[in-house]
């Protein structure tokens, strides 16, 4: 079994694990105060949060290469692109993760500052709770590339009903209200082709 695209599966455990350490975090409109006293309160756990969704950006990063070599070995020679797009996707979606892990490590600092922070605490709240446009749409467009350049592919390493999905996904999670839902499908996408690649036969 191969050991590169597992890092895929990894990932996407290690991401559920930090979202959900994350908790009931204060909604956009929250006030400084109800900012701070919940940062305050999950100091420790927040911090693990963000440790896991580093590391899980480093992974998916390593995915998204791995599936760009697979993308590119099953398109017309000399004549395939969409494999960059893949692993555009990766790397998007990694920078997404650790520009908001960023965003609420600077939280948790200014949680720790005097009742003047209020205001500010407020504001990069507001930022951080809607900042996931970049890691939504780095996943959509890894899967979207993915499934294009497999789904009639000849010799395709994926499962046609897979490269469909994939297509499918990465449509739905530029679509408002749908997105969401689509992003943790897409998750599952991940966690399965990881496992469908590390057990093909080595060729290379």
């Known amino acids: 079994m191969r050991v590169a695209p597992l890092t895929g599966l ?4 290690i991401t559920v694990v930090g979202f959900l350490l994350f908790g009931d975090t204060p909604g956009v409109g929250a006030s400084g105060r109800e900012v701070r006293s919940f940062y305050d309160d999950h100091r420790a756990q927040v911090g693990v949060s963000l440790y896991l969704l580093a590391v899980a950006a480093v992974l998916f990063v390593f995915f998204a ?8 070995d099953v398109l017309p020679a000399g004549g395939g692109w969409l494999h960059r797009v893949v692993l555009a996707g ?5 920078a997404g993760f650790l520009v908001g892990s960023a965003l609420t490590l600077a939280l948790l600092d200014l949680a720790d500052e005097s009742s003047a922070a ?4 407020q504001a990069l709240n507001a930022v951080n709770e809607d900042f996931f446009i970049p890691f939504v749409a780095g ?5 979207l590339a993915a499934g294009l350049a497999t789904v009639r592919a000849a010799g395709s ?3 046609r009903w897979l490269s469909w999905s994939a297509v ?3 449509v739905l999670v530029f679509i408002p209200w749908v997105g969401f839902f689509a992003f943790m499908l897409a998750g599952v996408w991940v966690a399965v082709t990881s496992v469908l690649l590390a057990r093909r036969p080595a060729v290379d």
Request: net charge positive; proline share 9%; glycine share 12%.
């Open 139 to 143: 996943m959509g467009l890894m899967l």
């Open 118 to 121: 209020g205001p500010a605490l």
């Open 157 to 159: 390493p994926l499962p």
């Open 10 to 13: 990894v990932a996407v455990v």
């Open 168 to 170: 499918v996904l990465g």
């Open 65 to 72: 290469a791995y599936l760009a070599r697979v993308v590119r």
């Open 90 to 94: 990766g790397v998007l979606l990694a």
